[in-house]
Structures are given as C-alpha cells and as structure tokens.
C-alpha cells in the first residue's frame, strides 16, 4: 500500500484527502494543518491523523494531534502540497527535498522564476506521459486546466487552421466553504494575470493565446468567454459541440440559466463536496461568425483539479500508462455518469 500524505486541508486539501481514502491502493497518513481551529476536529473527525508544525505544536494542545508534519513525512513515499500559493516552494526546499520525497505542488505555484517548483506543469490531457517517474511536478490551477479540456481537443480537430485564441476569464471571488472570506461587491481588474502563461507551458510557447483576467462576486464558478479565429470560415457550433462528446470532464449543456443552477444541480444529486469535478460548455451561447468562434464554458474551481491530481499521482506513484490511470481515476470519480446527468438535467429543448 503506497502511503500519501497531504500538506494543507483547505479547498483543495480536504477534497483531495477525501477521495484518496476511497482509494484502495492509498493509504492516507495524515494532513498538514498550521492553525489551530475547528477544521482540526473536522480532520479528526474523518478519521485522519493530523499533523503540525514542530514550532507550532504548543497552540494546538487542545486537540489530539498525531504529531508533527517531519514525522509524517519520515513515513510516506509521496506528498500532494495544498498549501496558500507560494507556501509550496517553502516547502519544497525545507521539507521534501531534504527528505528526497516526491511531491505534487499545486496551481498557485510557479514553473519559471526563482521560485519554481518544477519544469512540468501537469495537465492530463495534453502531457500525462511527461509525468512519469517525475520527483516534482505542478498541478495547474483551475482555470489553467479548464482552457486545456477546451484547446487540446480543439487544436487535434482543427491544427494550422487556428490562428489565434482571446480568452476573458472571469474568476469568482472565493470559495464555497471559504465562509470566513467576505464577497466584495466591486468587479476587480486582474494586472497580468498568470494563467495564459501558464497554459503555454504545457500547449508550446508559442500559442497565439490571449488572456485577461476579472474577479467577480460570486463563490460559483469561474466563465471562460473564448473567441477562437480560424484561417478561414470557423465551422458550425454543432461541429465545435461535437467535439466534446467523449472528452473526459466536459459537459455540453444548454439550459442552465448561471453557474449557480449547476452548483444547485450538483448538490440536489449529492456530488462529493457538490463538485462537478468538470467545465461546463454553455451550449446555447456558442455562435460562428465570419471566420471566428464565440464560445462560454463555466469552470467548476475547486472541484476540476481533484481527479487532475489522482491521474497525477498515479504516474509519479506507479509509472502507470494514460489508459490504466484514467480507468482507475474514473472509477473513483465516476465523471462519465456526472457528466450524462449534467448532459440530461440541461438538455436543449
Ligand atoms: N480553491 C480553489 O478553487 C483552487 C483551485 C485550484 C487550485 N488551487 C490552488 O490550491 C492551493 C491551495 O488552495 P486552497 O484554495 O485549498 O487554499 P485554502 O483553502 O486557503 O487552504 C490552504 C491550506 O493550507 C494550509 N497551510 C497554511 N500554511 C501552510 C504551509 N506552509 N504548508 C502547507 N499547508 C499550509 C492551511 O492550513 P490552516 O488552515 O491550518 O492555516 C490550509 O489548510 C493553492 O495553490 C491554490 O492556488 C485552488
């Protein structure tokens, strides 16, 4: 049994420690928690062992604590980091190298400056067998792996006949469980965001790919607005749609109203966490004009990466081939019958 340990039980963390413990291969040792709270008992509660840092083991005296974060790692052969942006390279450099253990880093980490975390920035889609026997590599964030469930297919149907991709992603401004985080009424400008930088690393650096980034009210979803220009006339939305009929954690839908209805959707079907786990194509949005296509998908945020990093896993962990990943990923996750629902409950009229 291959034991995992989990460094940070936020959004990301605890979604992820949850579905490695329907993992029969894993066992899980524990989670990081740096500040003493009620989400320790939360953890505990769940069966976990947690875990600290050893100059912070005094504050947490009120909780039953495995003990520290050193220790856990001592016994696992492989590390998923959840922790704030920028935490992970810390942890790189003062926990898991020193250790010489694999770790998988998350999307607010960097792959280029002095603080990278790796020269791989995973996206299953696009670059699975580049993981393989891999000490270090980075998950990419949600909307960095949204734009590729949409480009890679795009770019095996279509090739030299695109020319150039405008991306406007319109981010939500916390999370679901993040209650502690006030919504700010105001629509926030994004300088520079990363993602399309990001996007490049896995899709060629030379993508004709533009992006810009806003920050919106909301804890549901982040929309994607797309506009992909083609050297000649763009084809039909039928024939864009089509392509998303077998694409894994891609759902074509046409009635939902906003991103929450999916959200209310996911919760009334009792989806883990009330994760899709998948983008969402706004069918019914999707237009061709002259040579371009418009098109809008909404990007569940916390929910996409959690299967992104059990496919991710399993490469770094058993050197398994794309097919033997994605079987087993699926069978945890179910996303073909999550997106069939999805495809149902928003079916076009
Ligand atoms: N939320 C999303 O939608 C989303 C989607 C894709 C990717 N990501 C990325 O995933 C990562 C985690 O985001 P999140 O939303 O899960 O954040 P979060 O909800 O704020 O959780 C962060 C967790 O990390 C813990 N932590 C604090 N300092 C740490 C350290 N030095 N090392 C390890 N863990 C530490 C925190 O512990 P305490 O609570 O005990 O202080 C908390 O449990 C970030 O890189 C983020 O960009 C987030």
Sequence with gaps: MNKVFVNGYGSIGSRIT???KDDPEIMVVGVGKYSPDEKVDVAISKGLDVYVPANKITSFSNYKIAGTIASALDSCDLVIDAAPGGYGY?????LYEPKNIPAIYQGGESIIGDESVSD???????NYDQAIGKQHVMQGSCNVTGMGRILEPLRAKFGDKLIRFDVTLIRRWADIEQTEKDVVDTIEMSEKPHHGD????YFGKDT?????????????????IMDIRFNDLAPKPSEIHELFTNEFGVATIW????????????QSMGFNFTDTNMI????????????????????????IVIPENHMLLQAMLFGRSYEESFAHTES??????KKQKLQERFAQK
């Design 208 to 224: 004709p790919l533009y992006v810009r980034a806003i920050k919106v009210p909301t804890r549901q979803m982040h929309l994607h």
């Design 18 to 20: 949850s579905f490695l």
């Design 280 to 303: 969402h194509i706004h069918a019914n949005m999707t237009t061709s004009i002259g040579d371009t296509v418009q098109m809008m998908y909404s990007d569940d945020q916390t929910g």
């Design 120 to 126: 791989l920035l995973f996206n299953s889609r696009v």
């Design 198 to 201: 990001d996007v490049k690393m």
């Design 90 to 94: 810390k942890n790189k450099v003062n």
């Design 332 to 337: 945890i996750f179910h996303m073909k019958e």
């Design 255 to 266: 009635t939902a109203k906003g991103t929450k209805d999916i959200r209310d959707y996911a």
